[in-house]
Every structure is written in C-alpha cells, then in structure tokens.
C-alpha cells in the first residue's frame, strides 16, 4: 500500500517554519512497511489543495494530512476533502461538548480564553468520517474511508484519507495513540531494518565496494546514506514477523562485516560515534582528556553530548594561541617555531601534554588550518593533525580536508574520533 | 514569477533527514518576492521525478531542485531534467578538471582517494545548461533555461530549471554566491529586509511588545522567527531600488530599537551573536579564555567559528571533572563540598581561576546540569549558573533552562556569549 503526505500551511512555504511533522510521518510510514512515493506541502488556498487531492487518490490508497484544522477563515482542510469527496460537514455532538470542556477545563487560566463561533468549527465532522480524540488541543483528528469515483463509478478498493492537526504537540501523540495502531491492521508484513555506519572511507569509494550487493538487492534492500564524513547503509528486510526479518538480515550483515571490516563502528541506529567511543572507553576502563586548537572545543563538546560522561572524559584543553599551547600543554618553544603549530611534532606534543597534565590513560588532539586565512602552499587550508594516545601509544594521522571553515572543523571532529575508537580496540 | 521546490531523495521520504533544504531555500524565496505554491519530495526514482518534472513545467516559472546530482546509479536528478527537456548530457571539460584538481588535493591523506568511473558523471552536464561552480564539493550546479513544449511549440516565456546538490554544506554557500544573484535580476522590484536578532527576551513576549506592529503591517512587513533562545524579526520592505527600501525601514527599525533596546545585539543577517561578541571584544582590546563544565566545549567551539578570531580568543578549559575544576582552575575543594558544582560560587571561581591561569582580559564560564541525570530538587535538570568577568567585574547569572540535554546546553552557550555582550559593552 502506498501513502501521500500532505502538509498543509502557508507558514510552512514561507519558511517560517521546518517540516518536522512529515519527517516523523515518513519516519513512521516506513517503519510500518508503507511506501511513501510523495511528499507534498501546499498553502492555506482551496483550490490548490483541492487540486492536489485530487491527483493524490489516483495514485495513492492512503493520504496523511497534517495541518489546517485550526478555528480560523484560513483553516481549509476538512472543507477541501469533503469537497473533493462530495460530502458533507456535519455537527459532531461529543466533539463540541468535548471544546465546551477544554475551555471551562482553561477557565481562570490568564490570558482567559473565550470561546467564539470559530471554536465551533472544530466541532464539525466530514460526513462518515471516523473522529480521533486529540488529547493536546481543541481540533480532533479524522480518518475517511472512501471509494471514490473512478470514470463514474466508485472505486473498488477502500481509500483512506487521514486528517491531523499540525502542531507537532498534538499530532504526534494522536498518531501514536489511535492512527499507528489503526494503519497497522491494514498490514500483514513488517519492516526489520539496521543501520550499517561507516567511518574512514568515501561515499562513493564504499558503495563501490558493495555496487553487486546493492545491485541485486530485492529483499532485504541496502541504500546508502553520506553523512558529513561517515557513511551509512540502512539494511531493510521485510518479513512476515520481527524474528523472521531478522534471519534474512543476518546474511547480508555478516557480508558487510566482511567487506567493510573495522570500519564499522556500528550497526544500531541509534548509536552514534562518540557513543561508541565512550563506551569502549568504558569498557576497557580508560579516562579521556582533549586538546584542541581549530576545533575550539567541538571535540569535547561532542563527547559531553553523551549522558553521564563524567566517568570517563576528565578534561579538555583548548590552546587556541601558541602561548596556550606552550604553558598549558608544555609544548615546546623550539618545536613551535621549527615545525610550526600544524605539524606533526606539535600534534604528538600536545597530546603528550594533555595525558601529563590531566593524569587521564588517553587523549587525543587536534590542530590544523580550518580557513578562510592562514594557508599556505606548503600548508594549505584543510591540512590537519590528530594525535592519539591509549595503551602507551600515540598515533599521529595527517589529514587534507575540503570544504568551508565548518566542515573542515567537523570532519577534524569525525576523523580524530574514529581514529581514538580504531587505537583503543585495536 | 512563481516557484515549484523539488526535493529528491529517498532518505528524505524515509525520513532519515529532516527537509532544511526546502526551509531554507522557502525562504530565500519569499525574501526575493518570488511566490510559492508548492514543496514536492520524491525519491531517487527517474519516472516519478520525470512526470513531477512535467507537471512542475506547466505551473511554474522557476523550478529549484535538490539531491541526486552525487556519483551514484541513484542520482538521476540530472538525467531526468535532461529527458524532460529532450536534451543530451555531454561532457563539460571544466568541471572535469575541478574534479581531478579535488582527488590531487587529497592525495596522500589516508584514506587515499582514488577516482572511479562514478566521479566522472559528476562532469556531466546538461547540453546548453550554465555550470555553477561548487567550492565544497564535487557536484556542480545547473541552471537551464528552457521554453518547453506546450501543444507542439514551445513555449513563449522562458522558464528556468535549477539544479542544487542536496548536502545543505553545498548547496547554500552555492545558492547564495551564485544563485540568488541570478534570481534577483529576475524581479523588477527589490527586497530590502534587516533581520532584528534579539536575545534575553521570550519569543511570545518579544512578540506581543510588538504586535501592534506585526498586525498593521502592509510595507514593509515584520515576520518573527524562535531559533533556540534566540528571537529574529525580520523587516521587509518592497521597494524600486535599495534606497527607497532602505527608507523604508528606517522607521520602523527605529521602533524596534525603542521598544527592544539593548536586548537588540544585531540588525544585520549576516552577524551572529558570537561575531558580535568577538568584535566588541576587538573593539576594547580584550583577550578572551573559557571555563566550561556541562557544555564541554561547546561554547569556545562556537567562538572559535569566527575566523581570524586568534587575536582575542586565547584558551578554553573543559573541566567536566571535578578533580579538574581544582587542579586546572583552582576552584577550592571546600567550595565545591560546601555549594556544589553547579553552584553560584563555583561559578565565580571558575571564571577566575581562567583570568588567573590564561592571563586573559575576560573570561566565562558554565557550569549547570543538562541531564537527563543528576538533577535533584533543589537543584533540578536545567539549573545552570553563568559567570563572566572583564573590566574588574565579575557577573553571575543562574538560569533554568526546559529542553533535553542538547537544548539546554545550546541555552547556556548563547545566554553565556549574551552575559559577555551586556558586560562588555555596559
């Protein structure tokens, strides 16, 4: 079966906001095991949304609506599908004493909401249409299953439209609660899927690696994702049930371990980089300092964004100035001035200095040029240094990075983690 | 003139990204007064692009794409418009050229890159197209102009089809170098829009302080945007040329500053807080050092985005360990038994033990709770206190941030820039 999604709002088209809501709603389309061909945003204007359902029913068995169910002139959503469906609206009883309770519910509350004509509005229902409780807010949600007509008769498989409200706050917990399960019956197989990421080799370089797998591919499927210098591929089996998907996975990961190798830092979709870097850390019981010179902190800052941190990463250094580098990372006059403070010699120094300053069992540091300024033939923007210290080894890697000032910090970041993760379980 | 936005990608309908290109470049061309009436994604699949691409020529004068111009079988962005139009893909020797010139960049950096014949579509251009340079990648931009076929003829007025790679590191430093000044000669009226970018102020209360304003608005017009702790209203003005734009906003900039005053730390789009911060600092003659706890970095990560910023900021700490906040600042171990970490004195200690250790001017520094643990009562997930010293002052803050642990970080970070800000030019 396949689903359009429509997100309905002039604010979405003038920028004024980012739609979160459809990718939630693809998010969750997919895991159901729908294909979502479309996504469509489209104004607060009649016509037009009147227009694109129409094109919509040929081609999909469900739409998802999102937005326009509010108490406004402007709020043209439910109008426009019973227009196209040729239905009525109609007063919806539990839905009108259901506003009469929200607002007694708000009495007293400042400012002191009043209700007028518009709120009534909310209260109206497409004829047949099935009303979904919204637990946030005064605009119920509404599911229509319809045949609608083909060259003049109706069609002959059940059509669904969806309406939801727009604000996130309420649409997402309707959909929980009383859509997800609703869609679910109308599906007989599952999608199992895992997250394959992959940090130290190339977009294109990896997929070369893999072109016959992905070519043949069928069930389960690989599709490849570049994501600011790491790779993934997500691995998606659809099955009759869970354990089912899971064994057809089971061959096609072992193929990637094989191919791609310690590469693969993990295969859970919710784990990122730094989360497994410090639980390897963890494990192998190892404290964490940083030293820093063009990240200016991102790497730490990258590391506290796991929770409970504080067991492992003890402190960072960030020596932006060649002062700095010298008196708190006793990085030595001589090599600054011999090699420069994007060398080699200084990157090995300065995680020397981080592991006798800080006491911690590793560190890992950066320095590099990361642009607009300071580059030179010899030395051009992008050249960087990460240094690693675990096991009572240090490992310097040199690196030449593309892009803008932001990208050349963020694949320092990447690259010096991935290159911690590497010494540490190696 | 009217827009269609296309967005191609299947992790997109996967909902594996959320869609910030068709945000941004909504927006973009609502500031250059180019209507809007629909967003389309569709996935990496050449006949379901091709038939959007036909329906998108009928309606639309300008249609802006998206993805799908990498390396891979899955980028069919370009061969579908080429099949649209009727047009052949041929070899453009320039962007072959920069390609090479990128993998000779990065030889020698390990991984070693290596071409594959994949690289090479990427010189591929669309027969009468003008190529758009990248300078962050591989994949060049389009722009065709094109009268398509209506009934057998072609079409009278010319339509453009443009073409953008989709990683937002790409695609928006092109689309600003190199594209809107293309659009903009397109209009015969101009746009002169001041972002107002104000801090310290809630966005609903920020916004009701002018409502009169928002609600009376014709020319030039207000539109508030929230991004995370920060409030932007951005003024516009339709106008004949730049001047009378200009006069145009005068007034009601005027206004603004009335009502807003010193909460006001920018009118220009360009210039974020952490600009700001740095040039008042340049301005004063004052060096800069950090001392960080929950944000682990991040706030020095974010001063050290500005290039060039070496002359003012000299050091950061991280010191996410207690032990740290004794031996690196000197934070005094009754004062962390006594009030704690997160605690308006430890705070005061840590921002001059920085002053003491970095000889800087000024200093800041953070030290709160971002949770999702360690939160207690009295003192609950979202406490943080702000410290900043310069000119012979120490300042203190405590803040109670709502959010997850990224959100309340990011808070941290800008009300920690924004405390400098009102003290240094106090």
Known sequence: ????????????????????????????????????????????????????????????????????????EDDITKESVANVLNRKLVMDEESKNRIQAY????????????????????????????????????????????????????SETTKRIILLPGPPSEM?????????????????????????????????????????????QSNPTIAPYAKNGEVHFRVTASAKNIDEGNRLLEPILDELHKRFGDNIYTVNEEETLEEVVVKLLRQKKLSLSTAESCTGG????RIVNVPGVSDVFKEGFITYANEAKMHVLGVKKETLERYGAVSEQTAREMVEGAIRVAKTDA??????????????????????????YAKGKIVVKECRFKGNRQKIREQSVINALDLLRRLISS
Chains 1, 2 share one sequence.
């Not at 708000?106 to 979904?132: C, D, F, Y």
């Not at 642009?371 to 240094?387: A, M, N, Q």
């Open 172 to 216: 997402i917990p309707m959909f929980e609660k009383r859509i997800e399960p609703y869609l679910r019956k109308l599906q007989d197989t599952v999608l199992v899927s895992k997250m394959v990421k992959i940090c130290g080799i190339g977009e294109s370089s990896a997929e070369t690696q893999i072109i016959d797998l992905i070519e043949k």
């Open 363 to 388: 560190a890992v540091a950066i320095t590099g040029i990361a642009g607009p300024d300071g580059g030179t033939p010899d030395k051009p923007v992008g050249l960087v240094y990460l240094s690693c």
């Open 1 to 72: 079966m396949n689903v359009a999604l429509i997100s309905v709002g002039t604010e979405i088209l003038l920028g004024n906001i980012v739609n979160t809501n459809a990718n939630y709603l693809s998010k969750k389309c997919a895991a159901l095991g729908f294909s979502l061909y479309f996504q469509y945003t489209v104004g607060d204007n009649e016509s037009r949304l009147t227009q694109l359902l129409r094109n919509c029913l040929q081609h999909s068995d469900i739409i998802i609506l999102t937005g326009g169910l509010g108490p406004t």
């Open 103 to 154: 607002f007694d519910f708000r009495q007293g509350s400042s400012p002191n909401p009043m209700i007028t004509n518009n709120n009534w509005k909310q209260a109206l229902k497409i004829e047949g249409a099935i009303v979904v409780a919204n637990d946030n807010g005064t605009a119920p949600g509404y599911i229509v299953e319809c045949n609608p007509e083909v060259d003049g008769n109706p």
């Open 298 to 301: 991102l790497l730490a800052g």
